[in-house]
């Protein structure tokens, strides 16, 4: 996959447009990567003098610099938040350094586990490669190489923050699980205990509230066979747990603690494990909130048990050798309707509170000129004062990852929507939205004509909160202008969106799951084009909207 970076334009764009309000949420990727350590707290076995703290070795300062007592077994923590994974760690010794070190990573800060040691340690700058995961990180010191205590300059952790090892099998897929109680109930529909070990991140298991929701609850898994556990992924609902054990059993009725926490913080949280059992379970304390506990996915890891391969997932693409796979030119005569091959025309009333009617014929049509056209008319149809047309490739393409890209110009007028956008194909198997996740692609305001958005929406964050950005051209003209090419490229980490080339915001999957809530895209998509009046958003027309309006597609193209 390919590093996404947003430009410096499409920052600053951003940024300007979050003081007023205009982004609903903003993330991108560094083209940098910054230590998971910057910043963070430090503490240490000792301190040479006054002006030598730990906090030294991780402020990004190479002009400042840690250094320990002159005794050997001497030690710097660093604390990074949360459960991250690592590989890589940075060493910038002053001329004290240590000829011996381990480095060492832990969940908890109490149980330790070593990912790099050596005996020949040579000082100076060293850039080591590890594996491992864990909130703490810690060098501990066990032989100096000078007479002094040991000094250093920086000491940077890197990674990707919050993985999973990939060197050990999921052992929890389709097992059934067992829980204190379940919700069945028009809140929380069939949410058993197998639902978290679906790897569905849009089903789920909450404890039912019909005895009132406690602190008291557990949820475990049979693995089928001895095993053991390396790691176990807790995917949680806004319902989260502040206090929980992980326990294991040989058994599943005698119960040993190999984790436990106060300080639970709900969204992904990656535990590191070394334990060994057939069963595994959460045993939930203290409720974060007023309801009950509820997770979307709780994932073991590790070796043994009797674990059933879960379905293989496509190939990431690369984005620097794609193929055309899928295109509308809309190249035909004018005034013909689409390809009843490549799309299917909807009609009827709309959702959103929308007020225009969709038609299956007339107001969408080829102009003869290589675009089609989406028209929006002031007429009466169906008790609505507004027709226009919505097109999508249901049962005609469906497609998970790859290049998804169109040029179109956008209408300008108040209250008119236009947006190119895809949802997932499950919807047209009953699952309802947003379970079904949706991919805005492009949405536009009419009455904002220098403002575009990018958008996803998910059973956690959706509708107003959904998880996006608005962005401008660099030279702030109005976008309704002229035509403009719009593209997500989508991959199992995350949906870069572009416009006329430029990156103007990217959904990190890692960012999403340990800040939002679950990443429920690792499927099959397929694509809508429409042009709305009125709505929720843009707030209805008025005497100033220009009618008929129309939204111009060029093509539409997927590459994969």
Same mark, same amino acid.
């Given at each position: 996959?390919?590093?996404?970076?947003?430009?410096?334009?499409?920052?600053?764009?951003?940024?300007?447009?979050?003081?007023? &309000?205009?982004?609903?949420?903003?993330?991108?990727?560094?083209?940098?990567?910054?230590?998971?350590?910057?910043?963070?707290?430090?503490?240490?076995?000792?301190?040479?003098?006054?002006?030598?703290?730990?906090?030294?070795?991780?402020?990004?300062? !190479?002009?400042?610099?840690? #250094?320990?007592?002159?005794?050997?077994n001497?030690?710097?923590?660093?604390?990074?938040?949360?459960?991250?994974a690592?590989?890589?760690?940075?060493?910038?010794?002053?001329?004290?350094?240590?000829?011996?070190?381990?480095?060492?990573?832990?969940?908890?800060?109490?149980?330790?586990?070593?990912?790099y #040691?050596?005996?020949?340690?040579?000082?100076?700058?060293?850039?080591?490669?590890?594996?491992?995961?864990?909130?703490?990180?810690?060098?501990?010191?066990?032989?100096?190489?000078?007479?002094?205590?040991?000094?250093?300059?920086?000491?940077?952790?890197?990674?990707? $923050?919050?993985?999973? =090892?990939?060197?050990?099998?999921?052992?929890?897929?389709?097992k059934?699980?067992?829980a #204190?109680? #379940?919700?069945?109930?028009?809140?929380?529909?069939?949410?058993? =205990?197998?639902?978290?070990?679906?790897?569905? =991140?849009a089903?789920?298991?909450?404890?039912?509230?019909?005895?009132?929701?406690?602190?008291? &609850?557990?949820?475990?898994?049979?693995?089928?066979?001895?095993?053991?556990v390396?790691?176990?992924?807790?995917?949680?609902?806004?319902?989260?747990?502040?206090?929980?054990?992980?326990?294991?059993?040989?058994? &599943?009725?005698?119960?040993?603690?190999?984790?436990?926490?106060?300080?639970?913080?709900?969204?992904?949280q990656?535990? !590191?494990?070394?334990?060994?059992?057939?069963?595994?379970?959460?045993?939930?304390?203290?409720?974060?909130?007023?309801?009950?506990?509820?997770?979307?996915?709780?994932q073991?890891?590790?070796?043994g048990?009797?674990?059933?391969?879960?379905?293989?997932?496509?190939?990431?693409?690369?984005?620097?050798?794609?193929?055309?796979?899928?295109?509308?030119e809309?190249?035909?005569?004018?005034?013909?309707?689409?390809?009843?091959?490549?799309?299917?025309?909807?009609?009827?009333?709309?959702?959103?509170?929308?007020?225009?009617?969709?038609?299956?014929?007339?107001?969408?049509?080829?102009d003869?000129?290589?675009?089609?056209?989406?028209?929006?008319?002031?007429?009466d149809?169906?008790?609505?004062?507004?027709?226009?047309?919505r097109?999508?490739?249901s049962?005609?393409?469906?497609?998970?990852?790859?290049?998804?890209?169109?040029?179109?110009?956008?209408?300008?007028?108040?209250?008119?929507?236009?947006?190119?956008?895809?949802?997932?194909?499950?919807?047209?198997?009953?699952?309802?939205?947003?379970?079904?996740?949706?991919i805005?692609?492009?949405?536009?305001? $009419?009455?904002?004509?220098?403002?575009?958005?990018?958008?996803?929406?998910?059973?956690?964050?959706?509708g107003?909160?959904?998880y996006?950005?608005?962005?401008?051209? =660099?030279?702030?003209?109005?976008?309704?202008?002229?035509?403009?090419?719009?593209?997500?490229?989508?991959?199992s980490?995350?949906?870069?969106?572009s416009?006329?080339?430029?990156?103007?915001?990217?959904?990190?999957?890692?960012?999403?799951?340990?800040?939002?809530? !679950?990443w429920?895209?690792?499927?099959?998509?397929?694509?809508?084009?429409?042009?709305?009046?009125?709505?929720?958003?843009?707030?209805?027309?008025?005497?100033?909207?220009?009618?008929?309006?129309?939204?111009l597609?060029?093509?539409?193209?997927?590459?994969?």
């Amino acid at each position: 996959m390919r590093r996404h970076v947003r430009t410096l334009a499409a920052a600053t764009t951003a940024a300007a447009l979050l003081a007023l &309000g205009a982004i609903t949420q903003v993330t991108t990727a560094s083209a940098a990567a910054e230590p998971l350590s910057q910043g963070r707290p430090v503490t240490t076995s000792s301190t040479e003098f006054d002006w030598s703290t730990g906090n030294n070795a991780v402020d990004g300062d !190479p002009g400042t610099r840690w #250094s320990s007592a002159a005794a050997d077994n001497q030690w710097i923590r660093v604390d990074l938040g949360s459960v991250q994974a690592i590989d890589r760690v940075v060493l910038d010794w002053e001329a004290a350094y240590a000829s011996g070190f381990r480095i060492e990573t832990s969940a908890d800060g109490a149980a330790w586990s070593s990912i790099y #040691s050596t005996t020949t340690g040579t000082g100076g700058d060293q850039n080591l490669d590890v594996d491992g995961s864990g909130r703490y990180l810690r060098l501990w010191v066990t032989q100096r190489a000078t007479q002094w205590g040991v000094s250093l300059w920086e000491l940077q952790v890197f990674g990707t $923050g919050g993985g999973t =090892p990939t060197d050990t099998s999921l052992l929890s897929y389709g097992k059934q699980g067992s829980a #204190s109680s #379940s919700q069945n109930d028009g809140n929380c529909w069939l949410c058993s =205990p197998d639902k978290a070990f679906d790897l569905d =991140p849009a089903s789920r298991w909450a404890v039912s509230p019909d005895t009132g929701w406690v602190d008291e &609850g557990w949820i475990a898994v049979d693995l089928g066979a001895a095993a053991h556990v390396t790691s176990v992924v807790l995917q949680w609902d806004p319902a989260f747990a502040t206090a929980y054990d992980i326990e294991v059993s040989d058994n &599943g009725t005698t119960w040993r603690t190999v984790h436990s926490t106060t300080s639970g913080t709900g969204f992904k949280q990656t535990v !590191p494990l070394d334990a060994d059992g057939r069963h595994v379970r959460v045993h939930l304390r203290d409720r974060s909130g007023p309801y009950g506990y509820s997770l979307w996915e709780f994932q073991v890891y590790g070796t043994g048990g009797t674990p059933t391969a879960p379905p293989a997932e496509p190939t990431d693409p690369d984005f620097d050798d794609l193929d055309l796979v899928w295109s509308d030119e809309f190249n035909g005569p004018a005034g013909t309707a689409a390809d009843g091959a490549k799309w299917t025309i909807d009609a009827g009333l709309p959702q959103n509170n929308e007020q225009q009617v969709y038609t299956p014929s007339g107001n969408g049509f080829q102009d003869g000129q290589g675009n089609f056209v989406l028209e929006a008319r002031r007429e009466d149809r169906d008790g609505r004062q507004y027709t226009s047309h919505r097109m999508n490739t249901s049962n005609r393409f469906h497609a998970q990852y790859g290049r998804f890209e169109a040029r179109v110009k956008v209408p300008e007028g108040r209250g008119l929507w236009p947006a190119f956008w895809m949802m997932g194909s499950d919807f047209l198997d009953g699952r309802p939205w947003p379970y079904n996740g949706e991919i805005d692609i492009m949405e536009f305001i $009419g009455q904002n004509p220098t403002q575009a958005h990018s958008t996803l929406h998910a059973p956690a964050y959706n509708g107003g909160g959904g998880y996006g950005g608005a962005y401008a051209l =660099p030279d702030g003209s109005k976008i309704s202008d002229g035509f403009h090419t719009w593209a997500a490229e989508w991959d199992s980490e995350g949906i870069q969106f572009s416009l006329d080339g430029r990156d103007v915001f990217y959904a990190d999957r890692d960012t999403v799951e340990s800040t939002r809530g !679950p990443w429920v895209y690792d499927h099959e998509f397929y694509l809508i084009l429409n042009l709305a009046v009125g709505g929720d958003w843009p707030g209805p027309p008025d005497a100033s909207t220009p009618f008929p309006s129309r939204m111009l597609v060029d093509y539409v193209r997927v590459y994969q």
